[in-house]
T-cell receptor
């Protein structure tokens, strides 16, 4: 069975500081990897995804994540965060062979302070 | 207008009552999902549907039922609500991505409190 682990439930950080949100997954077969973001009082929305090709993927608002197969990780990073990045971030996987369902991690709450 | 809408946005009910949460989408997607979100647990899949005639149980379907009335509508019912069903409920649709995988689109959520 597949699983996703987000070790940090909360990450407090000051504005303009760098941040890394950690995600590790467990799967014996190939997976697609996703990061979703949930802003306060909203539903989740896709932030970025890894399907194939370059292991470094980027979002339009400055986040990036790197797929590391040997470490089974897909950590999310941003070199300089803004107050508006305050949200909950979910890592998720789906099987390449069966994309019917997403398996979500437990989420990391990023709190950016001025 | 939002692509995935949920009604009601907030609901308080009593133990033993039957309630229905509704979801509508204008994205034209065949696949629809119901999740519940609990603090510290992430999202858990309750039911999913690939078309009007295809309904599937998720990880935590006990105590819930669903109805896919049309491609655009997918309702979740709690037959006899209990306090541990207090949670935030999300509806989602999905579409295939070029290159593989699918993207899910979420509604704004329904916050349910069972007293």
């Amino acid at each position: 069975a597949q699983s996703v682990t987000q070790l940090d439930s909360q990450v407090p950080v000051f504005e303009e500081a760098p941040v890394e949100l950690r995600c590790n997954y467990s799967s014996s077969v190939s997976v697609y990897l996703f990061w979703y973001v949930q802003y306060p009082n909203q539903g989740l929305q896709l932030l970025l995804k890894y399907l194939s090709g370059s292991t470094l993927v980027e979002s339009i608002n400055g986040f990036e994540a790197e797929f590391n197969k040997s470490q089974t990780s897909f950590h999310l990073r941003k070199p300089s965060v803004h107050i508006s990045d305050t949200a909950e971030y979910f890592c998720a996987v789906s099987l390449v062979s069966n994309t019917d369902k997403l398996i979500f991690g437990t989420g990391t709450r990023l709190q950016v302070f001025p | 207008d939002a692509d995935v809408t949920q009604t009601p946005r907030n609901r308080i009910t009593k133990t033993g009552k039957r309630i229905m949460l509704e979801c509508s989408q204008t994205k034209g997607h065949d696949r629809m999902y119901w999740y519940r979100q609990d603090p510290g647990l992430g999202l858990q899949l309750i039911y999913y549907s690939f078309d009007v005639k295809d309904i599937n149980k998720g990880e935590i379907s006990d105590g819930y039922s669903v109805s896919r009335q049309a491609q655009a509508k997918f309702s979740l019912s709690l037959e006899s609500a209990i306090p541990n069903q207090t949670a935030l409920y999300f509806c989602a649709t999905s579409e295939p991505l070029a290159g593989g995988g699918e993207t899910q689109y979420f509604g704004p959520g329904t916050r349910l409190l069972v007293l």
